[in-house]
């Protein structure tokens, strides 16, 4: 079940940028080659969607995969995040941000993955707090079973509830839950999103080989 840690914040206004334009500039590509990569029209969103056809994978190395989707930003961690990856991450963040007022983050631990180490939390606490104004919500969904799992849950929660983040924040034990939480949230406040086409996404990037447990 999720664990919500902080009180949904108040509306802002509805912001649908237009979709190619945006991810040109975040590509740094002409907006003509994404007709077909990102047409999606968003009044048209059914269970039949498919988002792996309009989200970018900006990194993606062994145990770490970074992409973008619309306005949220999505991390699958199958080893504890580094410096490095977390600057990765922080690249991903600004991108959005210089083309959307309001954004949201999800993030998924697969196969064990730990704690980022200390450095690396250092510096996403660092991102956060100099974008949390342009959050809309942040869920974290820490996978497997046991006490490990359960004290890593407990530990992330603790610390949205010490930070008093003016955002949504929750930690999740499914990507089922952490969807279906966040879907109608950042649909409140931005573009809108099928929790049903979100989850099969986080569904196909946690299958990449990337993810696969024996080359993390």
């Not at 190619?20 to 975040?26: H, K, M």
């Not at 995040?81 to 991450?89: G, K």
């Not at 660092?126 to 919500?137: D, H, K, N, V, Y």
């Amino acid at each position: 079940m999720c664990t919500r840690s902080k009180s949904d914040p108040s509306h802002p206004h509805r912001h649908n940028a237009p979709h190619n334009e945006v991810l040109s500039a975040l590509l740094g590509a002409p907006a003509s080659t994404l007709d077909n990569h990102c047409g999606e029209h968003l009044s048209t969103l059914s269970a039949d969607i498919d988002y792996l056809t309009n989200t970018l994978i900006v990194h993606e190395s062994n145990g770490c995969l970074l992409a973008v989707w619309q306005d949220i930003s999505i991390g699958i961690w199958g080893r504890s995040a580094t410096l490095p990856l977390v600057l990765e991450l922080e690249n991903v963040r600004d991108r959005i941000s210089s083309h959307y007022p309001k954004s949201s983050s999800m993030h998924v631990l697969v196969n064990g993955a730990g704690l980022p180490d200390r450095d690396a939390r250092k510096k996403l606490d660092q991102i956060t707090t100099a974008s949390e104004q342009r959050l809309i919500g942040v869920v974290t969904v820490v996978t497997g079973k046991g006490f490990r799992v359960s004290a890593i849950r407990g530990f992330l929660t603790s610390v949205h509830w010490l930070k008093r983040r003016p955002y949504g924040a929750r930690v999740c034990s499914s990507i089922h839950e952490a969807v279906h939480w966040l879907a109608p949230l950042h649909t409140e406040r931005s573009v809108t999103v099928d929790p049903r086409a979100l989850e099969r996404l986080i569904m196909q990037l946690c299958e990449r080989p990337s993810m696969n447990s024996e080359s993390a």
